[in-house]
């Protein structure tokens, strides 16, 4: 059984950084490409960032240039580095992965994917 497990999640306040962490079993990784999303209060999820199976990464306009995605085959963990955290960046971010294919548009769309962890709440203060 696929299992996504998100961790890091935490309230800081804004300029600050954390960095989430999703774990992931029941399947071969390395088949997969995986990706991260959010959802706020009252809105509907969104895209942040994906690596694609051949490596490609992509992210929404709205992280770019703060975020950083990354996996580690070798641990089956996927990775967001998130820097200048600002108060929109609240929200429940979500790890998720796809046997085709992981992109986020610069709107923060994106494809459907397969399998979804439950989550880890990220709260930034003003």
């Known amino acids: 059984q696929v299992q996504l497990v998100e961790s890091g999640g935490a309230s800081v306040q804004a300029g600050g950084s954390l960095r989430l962490s999703c774990t992931a079993s029941?399947?071969?990784?390395?088949?997969?490409?995986m990706g991260w999303f959010r959802q706020a209060p009252g809105k509907e999820r969104e895209g942040v960032a994906a690596?694609?199976?051949?490596?490609?990464?992509s992210y929404a306009d709205s992280v770019k240039g703060r975020f950083t995605i990354s996996q580690d085959n070798a641990k089956n963990t996927l990775s967001l580095q998130m820097n200048n955290l600002e108060p929109q960046d609240t929200a429940m971010y979500y790890c998720?992965?796809?046997?085709?294919?992981?992109?986020?548009?610069?709107?923060?769309?994106?494809?459907?994917?397969?399998?979804w962890g439950k989550g880890t709440l990220v709260t930034i203060s003003s």
């Open positions: 029941g399947y071969s990784y390395r088949g997969y490409c």
């Open positions: 998720a992965a796809d046997a085709d294919m992981c992109k986020i548009l610069p709107s923060g769309a994106y494809y459907g994917m397969d399998y």
């Open positions: 690596i694609d199976i051949d490596g490609t990464t």
